[in-house]
């Protein structure tokens, strides 16, 4: 049974810094390009930052200097580290494959990990 499930998510003040965990189960992570996501109330989900099979990063411009994204595929799990953390940065974030998993035709998303940003 294919299975993402983030994880790392909390209340902390702007500035303060946080670490998410993905950890897939039932596929081997190690194949994939894999992304992290938000999505903010009332906004549609967009994504974050993203890291191919061999280990090339890329970050959406409004978290450049303050995310990192990386892999450790003997864990089958996919990090990214969040610091110098900002209000706007409030959301529920997840992981996926790129492009995303779909399971019995239907697009498959982990429950995510709500992250907020008190200012």
């Known amino acids: 049974q294919v299975q993402l499930v983030e994880s790392g998510g909390g209340l902390v003040q702007a500035g303060g810094s946080l670490r998410l965990s993905c950890a897939a189960s039932g596929i081997g992570f190690m194949f994939d390009d894999v992304g992290w996501y938000h999505q903010a109330p009332g906004k549609q989900r967009e994504l974050v930052a993203s890291?191919?099979?061999?280990?090339?990063?890329n970050l959406a411009e409004f978290v450049k200097g303050r995310f990192t994204i990386s892999r450790d595929n003997a864990k089958n799990t996919v990090y990214l580290q969040m610091s110098r953390l900002k209000p706007e940065d409030t959301a529920v974030y997840y992981c996926?494959?790129?492009?995303?998993?779909?399971?019995?035709?239907?697009?498959?998303w982990g429950q995510g990990t709500q992250v907020t940003v008190s200012s």
């Open positions: 996926n494959t790129i492009p995303n998993l779909r399971i019995n035709g239907r697009d498959y």
């Open positions: 890291i191919t099979v061999g280990g090339t990063t």
